[in-house]
Structures are given as C-alpha cells and as structure tokens.
C-alpha cells in the first residue's frame, strides 16, 4: 500500500528483505566469534547504506559487565564459568536482545516510518534455558543452583518492559501497538 515499513529482528528473515523502508534481518544481533573478529554477515540489512551504522549498534556478549548480568543472576559471582556456561548464556541472549532494541530504536528516531515491526525473542530463550529455577523452588533442583538462577526469567521479563517503555515512547500516543506471543 505504499507504507514505509520496518521489519526488525523477524524470524527467519536472512537475507534481509528489499521493502519500502528498513529490514534487519535475525541474523543481525547473532555474536559467532570473539569481538575483536565479529563480523556482520552479507545481506544482513536492506537498504546496504544503513548496515555500517546498524553493525556499530551491535552488543558483542563480551561487552556486558557484571552490571549488566546482576539483574538476571545476583549472585553471579558465585558462578564457577569453568564448570557452568549458563552465564555465559545470559550475556549472549541479553547482548543479541539489546542489539535488536538498539536497531529498532535508531531506525524508528533516523527513518521516516508508517508500520514499524519488531522480533524478540529473548524471553523465550531465558524460559528455555531457566525457567526451572523460577520460583517455586522443588526438591528435585539442586538447591545452589535454584539459588543462583532462580531472577533470570523475572529479570528477563523486566528487562523487555524497559525496552517496551521506549518503543511506545518513541512510538507516541497516536500510534497502534500490538504486542503478539509467538507462543
């Protein structure tokens, strides 16, 4: 219908789509190396000249602090990462998130847009991964590792409510919003 249309972070939409407006595609937030050698792959986004400023955007897991995880896991320095990857796992679901908020956000304040479509799918990743430990505690979970992980799905809630928050903010009042589970 002529709209300016962006699609952000959709499953699966590699390689991103030509469209009247900007395409993220999901392969967009997805850290397969080091930092230091984290290169975005070809087709990424549409139109090319926007892809050297949204990979800028980008959150490499490594570059999340312990003040970053603690809402997720408090104790997180109780965490032995030799033995236990589940940090590890909440720094990469929380980096990828953050960066499909950080291109959302900057197409919505830099692009001219009528329709404007948005995919997390971080939430379905921390119930994966921890829904176990969130609370009521069993019997049957060994209780240190209730103890350490038992925040990471309510962390994980909390934190896309703020992403929430400035997308309507940026959004304005006179804007539509569907929120959609894809489960």
Partial sequence: AGFKTHVVGWWPSHPAEPLNGVCVSDFY??????????QMAPGTV???????????LRVHPEELTAQHLLPFVPAAEKVDQEKDQRLWSVAKVTAECSSIQAAATWVMEHEPW????VYFDAIDHYCHGFMKFHPPYRDSLPR???DLYHEVVEGGYRFHDMMLSRLLQLAGEE?????????
């Fill in 46 to 56: 549409y139109p090319e000249r926007l892809a050297e400023t949204l990979a800028e």
């Fill in 175 to 183: 804007t539509t919003v569907i929120i959609c589970s894809d489960h």
């Fill in 144 to 146: 240190e590792l209730y």
């Fill in 114 to 117: 009528d329709f404007m479509a």
């Fill in 29 to 38: 937030p997805k850290a397969n190396a080091p930092q230091d050698n984290w």
